[in-house]
């Protein structure tokens, strides 16, 4: 059993802590998701300790799932109800948790197909096309001025020189010569190392020889742009390779910097569109990770849940199986809650019918041969009356014995008869200023040396049966004068009190004495029949009185003082129509 | 009805056209020294896939890793690594521009080109790659380099190229390629 309790603890800090590691994970996946264009690094290793943990949570609910499988399939007591119980909780969780799971996706991908709109896609081509178009006009601009440059250079021999000057003359950044081979010959430059590195590649040096002429429009690095326009120039020899002019123009910033703009949103459109598939997925995959985790808790939750609902009637069938075997079987549940009050109460209730049922059988059984026993003694004291000396002293002693005793089994059969008696209340409004002033001054008259004293108003009316209730005032004050036996001092105090509980108004009587108390062990079971700490009680006493006040929907408690004990019953002023 | 002997003549004319690809699909290197600085002129073959081509295009950035090292191969001895270099290159599309621009991360150097086939040619041979100097070699030792490439798209997460598993692989890893730093 112990084995099985560390067991238990074990598996409850695992997920405890796979509940709190799983919640931070997916808290630091939900942060690192607000990033789409570049997800987290520590993605794939969060989503792989969810998945750990879904896979260990999936573990203890099979197992948990198994144990309740085998309980119901070795009809063990409440399995059928737990599994019952179970399969209806995990049922409320999982049905709206799907649901949620699939709105959320629908959602979620309506959300992420917005990326992909096609007047999105369209717009931003035309805004591409309407950048190169405001462009076109400089191009053709620089082509103009770059071939009237080349048509300049023919037959001139210090061409660096002239190149130079031409750069200063014209629009150009810079102007290189080259040959076929891609070598550059000569250069006249501006802002070398802005252009420097820009080399036409072989194809372009094709083209410009196919069609006279090739233009392009570069970008840099720091975002601007460059108009390139390559041209041949007229050899100075037939020996001589091929020769190029290579002009660099630059394009106004305001309009570098816009089409560098229009340009990087196309380039995070592009690249979101491109990665849209893989980013729904894993959303997607996040989404059905955290509902998986939230339902393998909820399933594991529900078993549990109903274990623990339960457990309380397995221990009432437990408790009736005792008390089967053992009637006065302890009440040691402690629980506070409302299932173990319930069965509590019903254990209770269980007992008392017993007690009823064995009472009245007792006092049919044992009254029946009474009369007849008083009877018989009668008879045999008339019949040998006559008898002389030691003969008649003996007679009339046996036989008074037999008449008393036969007096004190009635007295007790009437008490157990009263015990059994059904709720049977007959109220009226009655004063219980008088009917406490007449029970004190009852018993004060035979105990003078017990100091009786009373607070109450004048006039405390309340609705309730007469009879019954001086019962319950006799059978206190009998017990507080027993409790008084060899008391320095020996007191008694009856109060009572107008008190209001859920706006109902209660009467509050109590009778408090400064006797002996009750021992630990009587206080939990004083009002069960057969309990007395009397030598001579009958145990019945308390018994009636909680069974008066439970006709009257009332209230009782004791307790012990520094000095004695106190008795507190509450009952409400007015009864219940029901009990009227 | 194709004959055994045309199906045989096929089949070796087939085997021979093959060949010649993967031949010439493989990379080579070579190194010589001017000025007491090795260079190194490389010939690797850079095809660029579909997917990563439509990756460019819509505005991923990829990155050609060149990693050389120079190693001291020894006979019953663990080889002795006598230095490393890598080259980055940054191949980009500008869609504004309609060109793809690679950029050397090493030394700055731009090239801007049209077409995916003249990156493919300009990537695929590079020339004249300083590699060591010359003063820091044994005169007497065995040395390789040994060529290691690969392609890589920048700005995606390891978990979004693992989760993009049903289209072609962003990134590819080239055949490594080895030459004698003759000396």
């Known amino acids: ?580 | 009805m194709l004959s055994f002997r045309k199906f045989f003549h096929v089949s070796i004319a087939f085997f021979a056209l093959t060949s010649v690809i993967a031949i010439k699909a493989e990379g080579s290197g070579s190194s010589y020294i001017d000025n007491g600085v090795y260079y190194s002129d490389i010939e690797i073959p850079i095809n660029f896939e579909k997917e990563q081509i439509k990756a460019l295009e819509s505005g991923i950035i990829f990155n050609l890793e060149l990693n050389l090292k120079i190693v001291d191969i020894r006979n019953w001895r663990l080889d002795r690594d006598i230095g490393e270099l890598t080259q980055v290159y940054a191949i980009e599309f500008n869609a504004f521009t309609r060109r793809y621009t690679v950029s050397n991360k090493n030394t700055g150097r731009q090239a801007s080109m049209a077409m995916i086939r003249e990156v493919s040619e300009y990537l695929s041979a590079i020339k004249k790659l300083p590699l060591v100097d010359d003063s820091l070699l044994d005169l007497d030792a065995d040395y390789t380099v040994i060529l290691d490439s690969r392609l890589r798209a920048q700005g995606m997460s390891p978990w979004m190229k693992t989760i993009s598993f049903w289209r072609e692989s962003l990134d590819s890893d080239l055949e490594q390629i080895q030459w004698q730093l003759f000396r």
């Open chain 1, 1 to 580: 059993m112990a084995t099985i309790q560390i067991k238990a603890k074990t598996t409850k800090r695992i997920i405890f802590s796979l509940i709190f590691l799983s919640a931070g994970s997916l808290l630091a996946l939900m942060f690192a998701a607000d990033n789409p264009n570049e997800l987290n690094r520590m993605q794939s290793s969060l989503l792989v300790l969810n998945i750990l943990s879904f896979i260990v949570f999936l573990i203890i609910v099979a197992l948990s799932a198994k144990n309740l499988l085998n309980d119901y399939r070795k009809n063990k007591l409440g399995a059928k109800l737990r599994l019952r119980m179970a399969l209806a909780f995990s049922g409320l969780a999982v049905i709206p948790a799907v649901v949620l799971f699939f709105f959320a996706i629908n959602f979620m991908n309506k959300g992420i197909s917005v990326w992909s709109d096609a007047d999105v896609e369209q717009g931003l081509n035309n805004a591409l096309m309407l950048g190169r178009s405001a462009l076109d006009e400089k191009i053709q601009q620089g082509l103009f001025e770059t071939t009237n440059i080349a048509l300049q250079l023919q037959g001139i021999e210090n061409i660096d020189l002239q190149l130079r000057e031409l750069v200063q003359k014209s629009k150009a950044e810079q102007l290189v010569i080259l040959d076929s081979d891609i070598q550059v010959l000569a250069s006249g430059s501006d802002q070398i190392s802005r252009v420097s590195t820009r080399i036409p590649t072989l194809l372009e040096i094709e083209q410009a020889n196919l069609k006279q002429s090739w233009t392009s429009l570069d970008s840099s690095p720091d975002g601007s742009y460059l108009i390139r326009v390559l041209v041949p120039v007229l050899s100075f020899s037939s020996n001589q390779k091929p020769l190029y002019l290579q002009a660099f123009f630059s394009v106004d910033p305001k309009l570098s910097m816009m089409a560098d703009s229009v340009e990087e949103t196309y380039a995070r459109y592009g690249r979101l569109n491109f990665m849209k598939d893989p980013i729904q997925y894993s959303y997607i995959l996040t989404l059905a990770i955290v509902v998986l985790l939230a339902l393998l808790l909820a399933i594991y939750g529900s078993i549990e849940f109903a274990d623990r609902l339960v457990k309380p009637i397995e221990s009432l069938e437990k408790e009736a199986e005792s008390m089967i075997k053992n009637p006065r079987f302890a009440d040691n549940n402690n629980s506070s809650d409302e299932i173990t009050t319930l069965v509590n109460s019903f254990m209770k209730a269980q007992k008392e019918a017993a007690w009823s049922d064995v009472a009245r059988r007792m006092a049919h059984e044992i009254n029946n041969p009474l009369t007849p026993i008083q009877l018989s003694a009668e008879r045999i004291k008339k019949r040998f009356s006559t008898s002389t000396g030691e003969d008649l002293k003996f007679i009339t002693t046996s036989t008074d014995t037999i008449v008393n005793q036969v007096e004190v089994l009635r007295e007790m059969v009437n008490a157990f008869g009263k015990f059994a008696e059904q709720p049977k209340l007959k109220t009226e409004r009655i004063n219980m200023s008088k009917i406490i002033d007449e029970a004190i001054g009852l018993y004060s008259k035979d105990h003078k040396a017990i100091k009786f004293s009373s607070k109450y108003t004048d006039e405390t009316f309340i609705h309730g049966d007469e009879k019954k209730l001086r019962q319950i005032l006799n059978n206190l004050l009998k017990n507080s004068i027993d409790a008084l036996a060899n008391i320095e001092k020996p007191r008694i105090t009856v109060a009572t009190k107008d008190i209001q509980i859920n706006k109902t108004d209660f009467l509050e009587l109590s009778i408090e004495d400064n006797g002996i108390g009750f021992s630990e062990e009587t206080v939990s079971k004083a009002f069960e029949p057969y309990v007395s700490t009397k030598p001579k009680g009958k145990g019945l006493g308390l018994a009636i009185v909680k069974n008066i006040v439970d006709e009257h929907q009332g209230h009782i408690a004791i307790k012990n003082n520094p000095e004695g004990a106190s008795v507190i019953i509450t009952i409400p002023v007015k009864q219940q129509k029901q009990n009227l």
